[in-house]
């Protein structure tokens, strides 16, 4: 791990804190909410703060996605041809990307627990498929992409990855399957994380959410990312508006799109559908354009603090979701105030003095220019 004390764009370090602050305890406000008050409403949006069961999507689908697409962002914004330069001077950036795709592979099967019982270990235990893993994945195809290739030719890898995924999934016949059938048991998705995948899957499931063959098209919402940093990178020659406009009307071509797809290739996260990519670089892109003009065009830098503490230590803290029991931190501190108000209240409070015991440690790292990546 660096410590790292460049300038950041304040935009993307805010738009990744609000998507990992509903990871962290922020998608139980909406129940907290409705305990609170009786309304409703607050139902609707807590439906969005759990996973699509299969086809479908929701708010909460959208977490993962966006975090592939920022670091995406991050590439853009200063990417870089090394094909030109000597293997000699390649070969150190190769070596630090593959070190940092292990390293997050690693951390990602920590985050799962390892294998649960310690060590000696029975690596047929271990579940190797992971959020962290996925996004190394994303992250090292992108960059090696970016690094050897125009963007123009970047955008047409990107594409043709969409198209052939959707050719394997719904035209090539599974073995003693079918084509073309979405169910979790009878996809490529499912065959190749039982016959292929190392370990164990998710809950048993037919179908690893973080699977072999889905790790492909992830690597689309990292590569629309990199499109979206050059878009705010030449910001200058065009104006800042005017490429905020242009990432928002961006994002509803995405959404378009990828709600038109769903007709013939539903949007499922589980298997990371080409009309799921780009339901989520729509989003993505919209956001962004929200993001980058609150924070870093119209003077909101301030009142998006909380977030930009949690985005510019994401993976931290995300791995400190797991690892660490936020839930007695809260109560050993706050625990005894809490319960001295009435019933109704106790959720909520409950939910934003999690946060706030996460924020005062984050505060504490960003005031010192911590900020941990890997």
């Known amino acids: 791990m660096t410590t790292n004390t460049k300038k950041r764009l304040a935009s993307l370090d805010a738009l990744r804190g609000f998507d990992m602050m509903w990871i962290l305890g922020g998608q139980s406000i909406f129940a907290a909410l409705f305990v609170l008050t009786g309304w409703q409403g607050w139902k609707a949006f807590e439906a969005h703060t759990e996973h699509s069961a299969w086809h479908g999507f929701t708010a909460y689908d959208l977490i993962f996605p966006l975090f592939i697409f920022l670091s995406g962002v991050a590439m853009g914004l200063s990417p870089k041809r090394i094909d030109h330069l000597p293997l000699s001077e390649r070969l150190p950036i190769y070596q630090k990307a593959v070190k940092r795709f292990f390293l997050l592979c690693l951390l990602g099967i920590l985050y799962n627990h390892g294998w649960g019982t310690g060590i000696p270990a029975d690596f047929e235990e271990i579940r190797y498929a992971s959020v962290l893993g996925r996004i190394a994945f994303a992250w090292l195809f992108c960059a090696l992409l970016v690094w050897h290739l125009s963007l123009r030719n970047v955008a047409i890898v990107g594409v043709s990855i969409l198209i052939c995924y959707w050719i394997i999934l719904c035209f090539i016949p599974v073995p003693s399957g079918s084509a073309g ?3 979790p048991n009878g996809t490529w998705n499912a065959w190749i994380d039982q016959n292929l ?4 899957r998710y809950q048993n499931r037919p179908v690893d959410p973080e699977g072999l063959l889905s790790n492909f098209p992830a690597i689309v919402n990292a590569i629309a990312g990199v499109f979206a940093g050059q878009l705010i990178a030449s910001s200058n020659l065009r104006g800042e508006w005017r490429t905020a406009a242009w990432l928002c009307i961006s994002g509803l071509v995405a959404l378009t799109l990828g709600w038109g797809w769903d007709y013939v290739f539903p949007v499922n996260k589980e298997l990371w559908t080409s009309s799921f990519v ?7 892109a919209i956001l962004l354009s929200i993001f980058y003009v609150l924070v870093d065009i119209l003077p909101g830098t301030r009142i998006s603090y909380p977030f930009i503490i949690i985005g510019a230590n994401s993976i931290i803290i995300y791995l400190a979701s797991s690892l660490i029991n936020w839930n007695y931190m809260r109560d050993s501190l706050f625990g005894g105030i809490i319960r001295s ?3 109704s209240w106790q959720p909520l409070l ?3 003095t999690l946060l706030f015991v996460q924020l005062l440690i984050l505060h504490w ?3 010192r220019k911590l900020f941990i990546s890997v």
């Open 181 to 183: 059938d979405l169910t």
């Open 341 to 343: 108000f009435p019933e």
């Open 197 to 200: 995948l190392p370990g164990i």
């Open 365 to 367: 790292l960003y005031k």
């Open 278 to 284: 780009l339901v989520t670089v729509g989003w993505s």
């Open 350 to 352: 409950f939910v934003l």
